[in-house]
T-cell receptor, first 115, second 114 residues
Framework: GAGVSQSPSNKVTEKGKDVELRCDPI?????LYWYRQRLGQGLEFLIY????????KSGLPSDRFSAERTGESVSTLTIQRTQQEDSAVYLC?????????????FGPGTRLTVL | AQSVTQLDSQVPVFEEAPVELRCNYS??????LFWYVQYPNQGLQLLLK??????LVKGINGFEAEFNKSQTSFHLRKPSVHISDTAEYFC????????????FGTGTRLLVSP
C-alpha cells in the first residue's frame, strides 16, 4: 500500500513569509507525528496527533508553529513569519495508534530553506 | 526524561568487514528501543526494535542489536557489511505507559567502501 507522503518535497521561502507543509499518513493510521531534522542533528519531536486531537504540543519551538489534522487523515504544519533558523527537513510519520511501542512509518520529508 | 547518545558521528568500514554502531540511553522508566536507517534521499525505515523478552533482536538486512540493561546500551551490529549499507543510522528510545515521544540520537553515518 501507499506509504506516508509529504508535500512539497522542497520549499524555498523568504524570511518573514508563512509556509504550509502537508502530510498524508498511511490509511488507517490514527496517530501522526511531526519532527524537525536540522543539518547534522537528530530528529526533534514537534507534535503528535491521536485522531484529530493533539495531546502534546510541547515540542513546538514557538507560537509561530501550529499544526492541525482533519478527518483523521491529512495534517498541515504551518510556520508563520519564517526565520532562517527554521531551515530544516520536516518529517512526518504515522502509526496505527499513539503507543510508545508502535512502529512509526516516516515520509520522505520536506526540505525547507528560509533565505 | 529520556535521552540517547550516539558517540560516533561517522564510521568508515570496508566492504565485508563487521561493524558495530554504538547507542547508549538514559531513562527512568522501562524502555522501548529502536534503530532506524535513512538511506540517501529517502525517509527513515525501521531496522529493528526491542520491546521486551530476548535481549538479542534481529532486524532486516542482516542487522542485529543487543539490549544491555546494566550498561544502558543498544548497540547495532552486522557481521559483514555491503556497499548498500551506506546510510545514516539513528537510535531512538521511548517508554512508559501510553504515549511517550520517540527521542532520537544524533545519528551515525556508516560509510562502506570497496
Amino acid at each position: 500500500g501507499a506509504g506516508v507522503s509529504q508535500s512539497p518535497s522542497n520549499k524555498v521561502t523568504e524570511k518573514g513569509k508563512d509556509v504550509e507543509l502537508r502530510c498524508d499518513p498511511i490509511s488507517g493510521h490514527t496517530a501522526l507525528y511531526w519532527y524537525r531534522q536540522r543539518l547534522g542533528q537528530g530528529l526533534e519531536f514537534l507534535i503528535y496527533f491521536q485522531g484529530n486531537s493533539a495531546p502534546d504540543k510541547s515540542g513546538l519551538p514557538s507560537d509561530r508553529f501550529s499544526a492541525e489534522r482533519t478527518g483523521e487523515s491529512v495534517s498541515t504544519l504551518t510556520i508563520q513569519r519564517t526565520q532562517q533558523e527554521d531551515s530544516a527537513v520536516y518529517l512526518c510519520a504515522s502509526s496505527l495508534e499513539a503507543f510508545s511501542y508502535n512502529e512509526q512509518f516516516f515520509g520522505p520529508g520536506t526540505r525547507l530553506t528560509v533565505l | 526524561a529520556q535521552s540517547v547518545t550516539q558517540l560516533d558521528s561517522q564510521v568508515p568500514v570496508f566492504e565485508e568487514a563487521p561493524v558495530e554502531l554504538r547507542c547508549n540511553y538514559s531513562s527512568s522508566v522501562s524502555v522501548y528501543l529502536f534503530w532506524y536507517v535513512q538511506y540517501p534521499n529517502q525517509g527513515l525505515q525501521l531496522l529493528l526494535k526491542y520491546l521486551s523478552g530476548s535481549t538479542l533482536v534481529k532486524g532486516i538486512n542482516g542487522f542485529e542489536a543487543e539490549f544491555n540493561k546494566s550498561q544502558t546500551s543498544f548497540h547495532l551490529r552486522k557481521p559483514s557489511v555491503h556497499i548498500s549499507d551506506t546510510a545514516e543510522y539513528f537510535c531512538a528510545v521511548s517508554g512508559g505507559t501510553g504515549f511517550q515521544k520517540l527521542v532520537f540520537g544524533t545519528g551515525t553515518r556508516l560509510l562502506v567502501s570497496p
